[in-house]
């Protein structure tokens, strides 16, 4: 896919009014502008006051978000990805990064960006046109030892070399072809105010309670719950009903529940999104585009052919998940001979969930615990969870068929409800049913939301298959955002040719020095 009718831009300098005492947040893409379907990488570094914090990072269009999640800043240091659907429209996208004070959740806004995506159907489009950022001025003495020419499959080793980088510094790597991104800007770099306060460790969640019951208990404060790691935050709630909550982070996106220890009937509320940032931004627009989205579409025939997509991001099976605490009483159901429901089993086995009949069919629930050698009720309430489906409808639960129920976990004990940092929540019961698809139904269930965690690490590097005989046509060729120097300020790596005819870029980033190395290789047959 040889083809170099490009034309050359002269770029703007898109300028950042530096503060006093402002720093500089600097953005690695792996490509400087995006087809559908593909997966926009990153790698963001940023001195900060606190060693390890959570950064909220999001894909924008407008005032419109299209996907977000968190991540764990390192050292200064994260990376991530969004894997951008075949459908999304091309246009203008902002990516914004934001990290939140520990006592009041402020946002702080580290970088707000743009991205082009670029349509993938229509090359005779009109009206196309690219964002760009501020130029960047090359480093000459990073040093990218290579062979100039591969052969396609062909693998060689490539040493990078940074003069002033030290043992232990990160430097990000992309490997893409020339070819179809012969224009704009992959690195980004943009000042933010001295932040001097301590950043949250925590997710954000920020939200308002409403009390819709008639019975109200405006000082009662709010529980969110976790039900996938049996894990408790609370924080009290204002008199306007609005409320904090650091969520402990996680992986993946939850069901987060939420639960009002005064016994009301609340609805909870999630506050929108802080508006986008409009920053002056510059775009170029030249017919040249069109060729490079016909070489894309090109790519893309080959690939449907063959029934695979350009690019697989493998997730790393490491993770933070907090330990799940061991429940006081864990009851295998169907090893009982007992048919009926549930509350039938509990007359049986002795347990600290004690159900009281109100009527026909509808129950109470009080909880014991023991304080030396004295037992006594708790004053609150407990609730239950079911295939990590959280409810306080006692009379749902105590009719509950035995046949359906596989086991009954109890958390009870004061020292468990202590470890479980419940405060006014009489214990927990978690029910785990035969069938892994059970759900209950909204009107059962509490209050919740959906909330997005920290996104699952990737295994770097990302690069082609040469042991695979599908055809490999990669526009990007190798992916390392977190390389480490070594004690000579060196990193070698092998780096492997794709079935394309053509040429490609190694573009080198050494944040710390805030210097970018670049080098052409070519791939021939």
Aim: charged share 25%.
């Amino acid at each position: 896919m040889k083809n170099k009718r490009y034309i050359a831009f002269v770029f703007l300098v898109f300028g950042f009014i530096v503060q006093i005492k402002a720093q500089e947040a600097i953005c690695h893409f792996d490509r400087p502008f995006y087809f559908p379907g593909q997966f926009l990488h990153y790698a963001f570094y940023a001195h900060l006051p606190k060693d390890s914090c959570i950064l909220n990072v999001q894909l924008l269009q407008e005032e419109r978000e299209v996907d977000q999640h968190y991540q764990e800043i390192r050292n200064g240091y994260a990376n991530g990805y969004f894997a951008l659907p075949f459908d999304i429209p091309n246009g203008d996208y902002f990516v914004r990064m934001t990290v939140f004070s520990d006592k009041d959740a402020t946002p702080f806004n580290l970088m707000t960006t743009p991205v082009t995506i670029l349509p993938d159907n229509d090359p005779k489009q009109e009206g196309i046109r690219l964002a760009v950022d501020r130029t960047v001025t090359l480093d000459p003495s990073i040093n990218i030892d290579i062979d100039d020419a591969f052969e396609k499959r062909q693998t060689k080793t490539c040493t990078i070399t940074v003069p002033n980088g030290m043992a232990g510094q990160m430097i990000s790597i992309a490997v893409r072809d020339k070819d179809l991104y012969p224009i704009g800007q992959s690195i980004r770099e943009q000042s933010f105010s001295t932040i001097d306060r301590d950043l949250s460790n925590y997710i954000p969640l920020i939200g308002s309670r409403r009390i819709t019951g008639k019975k109200a208990n405006p000082k009662a404060f709010l529980f969110s719950c976790n039900p996938e790691q049996l894990n408790f935050r609370f924080n009290w709630v204002e008199s306007s009903g609005d409320f904090i909550i650091n969520m402990t982070p996680f992986y993946g996106d939850q069901e987060i529940y939420f639960i009002d220890n005064g016994g009301n009937e609340i609805e909870v509320s999630i506050r929108d999104k802080q508006d986008l940032p409009t920053p002056a931004i510059d775009y170029v627009s030249d017919n040249s585009f069109n060729e490079i989205i016909e070489a894309n579409n090109e790519r893309k025939k080959i690939y449907q052919l063959f029934s695979r997509v350009e690019e697989n991001v493998l997730k790393d099976s490491a993770g933070y998940f907090e330990e799940i605490l061991k429940p006081d009483m864990d009851i295998d159901v169907q090893d009982y001979a007992i048919r009926g429901k549930l509350v039938d089993l509990l007359k049986e086995v002795i347990t600290p969930f004690k159900f009281r009949k109100i009527n026909e069919d509808e129950y109470r629930v009080k909880v014991l615990y023991e304080v030396l050698d004295l037992k006594y009720f708790y004053d609150s309430d407990p609730i239950f969870i079911i295939n990590g489906m959280v409810t306080r409808d006692f009379s749902f639960i105590a009719n509950l068929p035995l046949q359906d129920i596989k086991r009954l976990k109890i958390y009870a004990k004061l020292e468990t409800i202590r470890d479980l940092k419940l405060v006014d929540i009489g214990g927990v019961g978690v029910l785990e049913m035969v069938d892994p698809l059970f759900s209950i139904s909204d009107e059962q269930r509490l209050p919740h939301t959906l909330v997005q965690g920290i996104q699952m690490p990737a295994k770097y590097p990302i690069s082609v298959d040469t042991g695979s005989e599908i055809p490999q046509l990669k526009s990007l060729l190798f992916w390392m955002p977190d390389a480490i120097l070594d004690a000579k300020g060196q990193f070698t790596f092998m780096l492997p040719a794709s079935d394309d005819i053509s040429n490609f870029e190694i573009e080198v980033v050494h944040p710390q020095s805030r210097s970018t190395g670049r080098r052409e290789i070519e791939i021939k047959l």
